[in-house]
């Protein structure tokens, strides 16, 4: 624990020492500062006691206003003023999540933790919403801009757009406005992004909209995208499916993953068991699909043309080509030798 210089436990056991007991009860029950690390609502604590939400509420804010007024709160101060100091070099506005596990991964610890920033009148409390998570605030100047940003970076992303690590972390600054430069630096930066909830990178490290397909896989098919996507050029079914494997640790059956390329539209059959995306310009169908595209659109092509161009849209041999332009319905040769659209 070497982000802070005491033990929260032990200071938040001098804190609340001189409650009376229903009190002390009330706050242990409530933090989490027992045996019982899970915090109980108001609800399930006046169902014990027989008394309403509302009263525990009262008894609650009556313990910690006796904590606050008491000698050994102020005997305390410097602990309140070293969270305060550690808040501030994270950044300002951290998240409640990303804080306590920077200080204790023990959820007891983290209990007492939160406790102490309750407590702390320097300490400010945003609960989470659709757009950010529980974060905690010193700076209200910096927490503003903070979330300005976050929201402009996130509607400058399209819906299904990566963005590589570096790239997303100079937009973001670009957005924050008047904000010193001592903040800015990598890790606050990424400090400030986890504060979001819409903006979020996927396994492979990649930034972008969190409710994206890209960025929050949720099946075979996302997983795929992302593999091909990385790999940059295509592969064999069976090496999709044991990338997956790799790097999401899910399991993925050949056969299955096979079946799911083939329904799905971001994915082009390029050669026997290949795949690529469609994003790389490949087109949709078989070999004499992609002739009579290239026809359609070039007019008469001689045979190595043709050739030349359908392998750049597919991995097959140049014979698989030759015998598919002899389809007599769909191409048929000129007297120059050359071949159009039948």
Not at 14 to 23: C, D, G, M, S, V
Not at 74 to 96: D, I, Q, Y
Request: proline letters at 3%; hydrophobic letters at 40%; aromatic letters at 8%.
């Amino acid at each position: 624990m070497s982000a802070i210089t005491f033990k929260p436990k032990q200071v938040v056991k001098r804190l609340i020492a001189t409650l009376p007991p229903r009190n002390l009860d009330v706050i242990i029950k409530r933090y989490g500062l027992g045996d019982n690390t899970d915090r109980m609502t108001l609800e399930a604590i006046g169902d014990i006691y027989h008394i309403t939400r509302e009263r525990v509420r009262q008894i609650e804010n009556f313990a910690l206003a006796t904590i606050k007024k008491s000698d050994i709160f102020k005997k305390e101060a410097g602990v309140f003023t070293e969270l305060h100091n550690l808040v501030v070099s994270m950044g300002g506005v951290v998240c409640e999540e990303d804080f306590l596990m920077h200080i204790s991964k023990d959820p007891s610890t983290q209990n007492h933790l939160y406790f102490l920033l309750v407590l702390g009148d320097e300490f400010a409390r945003e609960k989470e919403n659709e757009h950010f998570h529980h974060r905690w605030i010193v700076d209200d100047k910096i927490s503003m801009k903070v979330h300005d940003a976050l929201r402009t970076l996130y509607e400058s992303l399209s819906q299904d757009e990566l963005i590589p690590e570096n790239e997303l972390i100079a937009m973001f600054l670009n957005h924050l406005k008047d904000v010193s430069d001592t903040y800015k630096n990598e890790e606050i930066t990424k400090r400030w992004l986890s504060l979001s909830k819409t903006i979020s990178k996927n396994p492979l490290g990649e930034w972008g909209r969190s409710e994206s397909h890209n960025v929050s896989a949720r099946g075979m098919r996302d997983y795929a995208y992302l593999v091909l996507r990385k790999h940059g050029s295509p592969m064999h079914f069976t090496e999709v499916a044991k990338s997956i494997s790799q790097v999401f640790d899910k399991k993925a059956h050949i056969a299955t993953c096979h079946n799911e390329l083939i329904k799905d539209p971001r994915f082009i059959l390029v050669g026997r068991g290949l795949y690529a995306l469609s994003s790389w310009g490949y087109e949709q169908g078989i070999v004499k699909d992609v002739i009579a595209k290239i026809l359609k659109k070039e007019g008469p092509l001689s045979k190595k043309d043709i050739i030349d161009r359908v392998l750049k849209e597919r991995y097959v041999k140049e014979n698989t080509v030759f015998v598919n332009l002899q389809d007599p319905k769909i191409f048929k040769k000129t007297k120059e030798g050359k071949y159009i659209l039948a």
